[in-house]
């Protein structure tokens, strides 16, 4: 089936630092999405990416749909203490409903 | 508005006891899911209901079960609990069509 592997699986960084994070799938998807969980909470969507090639931003949050549609980024810029959370990728399973998930990347920020 | 409501959010079981959670929206959403979150594994997709009155399998629906009340309501049914079935339940809802899901704060189910 489509699986979706992400990396980082872990980042600890000091705030004010940059964050990259990546998605990576062996099939192609034509939308990708980017949620963030805080703790002890459900995901909420941060970006929708629907175009090869796409650059989205979202305030200090820029995400890349990648042109082979195999791949997506998520870019966080000067991060500051609430950016702390797991992010997941997340990509529709063709003709159906549904989407699968990657494994999460868990952000933590050293003040 | 309050969204995508689940219930309980705190559970814990004995092995072969049965349990339902609930889960409902009120957002109009044609389409509601179920996942579970486990360390390591992100979330995999239990059951899922396209439309009022229809469900479909997803990634792990063995020993679950699924019954869309209605437009609002999913519930998600555990028949005999396992120790494995020990995770983090998430229900979500979306527009048919759309990627965008609401999800539920969860249900953290406790199997010993």
């Known amino acids: 089936g489509q699986q979706l592997n992400q990396s980082p699986q872990s980042m600890f960084i000091q705030e004010g630092e940059d964050v990259s994070m990546n998605c990576t799938s062996s099939?192609?998807?034509?939308?990708w999405l980017w949620y963030k969980q805080d703790p002890g909470e459900g995901p909420v969507l941060l970006i929708a990416?629907?175009?090869?090639?796409e650059l989205t931003s979202n305030g200090r949050l820029t995400a890349q749909f990648g042109i082979t549609r195999k791949d997506s980024f998520l870019n966080i810029s000067a991060s500051i203490p609430s950016d702390v959370g797991i992010y997941f990728c997340?990509?529709?399973?063709?003709?159906?409903?549904?989407?699968?998930f990657g494994q999460g990347t868990r952000l933590t920020i050293n003040p | 508005n309050a969204g995508v409501t689940q219930t309980p959010k705190f559970q814990v079981l004995k092995t072969g006891q049965s349990m339902t959670l609930q889960c409902a929206q009120d957002?109009?959403?044609?389409?509601m899911y179920w996942y579970r979150q486990d360390p390591g594994m992100g979330l995999r997709l239990i059951y899922y209901?396209?439309?009022?009155?229809?469900?479909d399998k997803g990634e792990v629906p063995n020993g679950y079960n699924v019954s869309r009340l209605n437009k609002r309501e999913f519930s998600l049914r555990l028949e005999s609990a396992a120790p494995s079935q020990t995770s983090v339940y998430f229900c979500?809802?979306?527009?048919?069509?759309?990627?965008?899901?609401?999800f539920g704060s969860g249900t953290r189910l406790t199997v010993v």
């Open positions: 990416l629907y175009k090869a090639g």
């Open positions: 957002m109009n959403h044609n389409s």
């Open positions: 099939s192609i998807f034509n939308t």
């Open positions: 997340a990509g529709p399973i063709e003709g159906a409903q549904k989407l699968v």
């Open positions: 209901s396209a439309s009022e009155g229809t469900t």
């Open positions: 979500a809802s979306s527009v048919l069509g759309n990627y965008g899901y609401t």
